[in-house]
DNA sequence: ATGGTGGTCCCACCA
């Protein structure tokens, strides 16, 4: 069994107790952290080696910077921090080798609004996603892309999608580059394994947003054609948000059986 | 209309 999960821990520093007490509970192979907001030579290797992970980052101060821990040894000779021919100072993709399997650990842009420079960043950094994707499925049959795409797929994964509609995270453009992703051949895992009414994975901070379960999903698990056969289920884990001090983003976890 | 970060000890930026 191989469980893989993604978590946008919003600064690793304020949530490395969140994340040790969620690991030693939910034991994942692999789990992809997103917002560490960290250089990379301040990542505590240690204290994740003290519970059996590997680490590698490619952090960044203040802002963005991911990491992915895993069990198993990745292949660092395979791992990737930037999309080819495309400078971009933000730290926001890693992707690896693990046991045969390319994992690909994702910070989608946010977007700020509809029609801003930050939206328009978005839009051509999911682009230069979908044509490194593209090659690298060319040489890759078994792909786990996974984080925080910022992008609710559908409005079944909006809280109220008349509040939302036309707005960033949701809109037609941010649409139409996930479906450019999912007709790649990719399996988005939490709806390929439904557990009932839709979970959510994101609440705002603000109007007490989570307790009125006021959430979108905007964290995904996608797997290449090849692994979805083997794809046991995919559930998103609320119960850190209701810790002191949460991660506005939930853990989402996929179970494969390899 | 909250929360994290960092440069200045309140404010700007980002989500």
Redesign the pocket.
């Known amino acids: 069994m191989l469980k893989i999960a993604t978590w946008n821990v919003?600064?690793l520093?304020?949530r490395l107790e969140h994340v040790l007490e969620w690991i030693k509970s939910a034991q994942p192979d692999v789990l992809a952290l997103q917002?560490i907001?960290?250089q990379s030579d301040a990542f505590p290797h240690d204290i994740f080696r003290e519970l059996g992970y590997h680490a590698i980052v490619s952090g960044q101060?203040?802002?963005n910077g991911v990491a992915l821990l895993s069990k198993q040894p990745m292949l660092v000779e395979t791992a990737v921090s930037d999309f080819p021919g495309y400078c971009d100072e933000q730290r926001r993709i890693l992707g690896v080798e693990i046991d045969g399997v390319f994992i690909l650990n994702l910070y989608v842009?946010?977007g700020?609004a509809v029609g801003t420079d930050?939206y328009l960043y978005k839009l051509i950094w999911l682009d230069h996603l979908r044509n490194f994707l593209t090659s690298l499925l060319n040489k890759r049959q078994k792909m786990i892309v996974l984080g925080d795409f910022?992008i609710a797929p559908t409005d079944q994964d909006v809280h109220e999608p008349m509040l939302w509609q036309g707005g960033v995270l949701v809109s037609e453009k941010e649409r139409a580059a996930w479906k450019s992703l999912i007709d790649l051949g990719f399996v988005d895992c939490y709806r390929k394994s439904p557990v009932g009414e839709t979970q959510y994975s994101w609440w705002?901070?603000?109007?007490a947003a989570f307790r009125r379960n006021m959430g979108l999903r905007i964290d995904h698990v996608l797997a290449s054609a090849a692994l979805v056969d083997h794809l046991q289920g995919c559930e998103i884990d609320k119960i850190p948000r209701t810790w002191e001090?949460p991660s506005d983003h939930a853990p989402v976890m996929a179970s494969f059986l390899l």
Not at 204 to 207: E, G, V
Request: aromatic residues 10%; hydrophobic residues 15%; glycine residues 0%.
């Open positions: 919003n600064s520093k304020v917002e907001k960290m101060k203040t802002y842009p946010n700020a930050k910022n705002d901070y603000r109007q001090r």
